[in-house]
């Protein structure tokens, strides 16, 4: 998982709908969710920028989805703080599914699958356009304008904007398509 996204569970969200029932067997013998929230052994990973893009998409004639799901991860005192996936909830309405551990194994398979898919798009378009390509084009730019090819600096920065205002260009048409806007004031 995107160690930028995960964070320490105080409670659960309003819209996730996990209890304690659900929980039972698969967190430690004798401790129950609230006490493991309070504990500070609960971990989320809250996929809710993606709400906007959930559904069915078509690319090159072949279906994909994508879904913002919730998933639950505790962290196992007794064994390392071994971190683990213990619910998931694919859905944002009322009454969705979650998925645990004691489900199908097929089924919690394929709901770890969507997390894992919204956790590669979260890392793709947040992490990784946002803080190395985005935030370099500045640099890009006023290196290549205010100094002079003969300047050090400029030979040692030089072969790292390599090709970054080309890959830039991409990720704005792509942020364009998809609708996307930055809101730095936040």
Not at 22 to 50: K, Q, R, V, Y
Not at 78 to 89: C, E, S
Not at 97 to 124: E, G, I, R, S, Y
């Amino acid at each position: 998982m995107n160690p930028v996204q995960i964070c320490t569970c105080d409670a659960i969200p309003s819209g996730f709908y996990v209890t304690n029932d659900m929980l039972n067997g698969i967190l430690p013998p004798g401790t129950t969710l609230e006490g493991e929230l309070s504990a500070g052994h609960i971990f989320i990973l809250d996929f809710e920028s993606l709400e906007n893009f959930v559904g069915e998409h078509v690319v090159s004639d072949e279906k994909r989805y994508l879904a913002a799901p919730y998933c639950l991860f505790h962290a196992d005192e007794p064994n390392n703080h071994l971190m683990r996936p213990v619910a998931i909830q694919l859905q944002r309405k009322e009454g969705a599914p979650v998925w645990t551990p004691n489900d199908a194994p097929n089924d919690w398979t394929a709901a770890k699958l969507f997390v894992a898919n919204a956790d590669f798009h979260m890392h793709q378009f947040r992490t990784h356009a946002l803080f190395c390509h985005i935030t370099q084009e500045p640099l890009c730019v006023a290196t290549s304008k205010m100094l002079p090819e003969c300047h050090p600096v400029f030979k040692l920065l030089r072969p790292h904007f390599h090709g970054e205002l080309s890959v830039l260009l991409q990720l704005l048409f792509v942020f364009k398509f998809l609708g996307v806007r930055f809101d730095f004031h936040q």
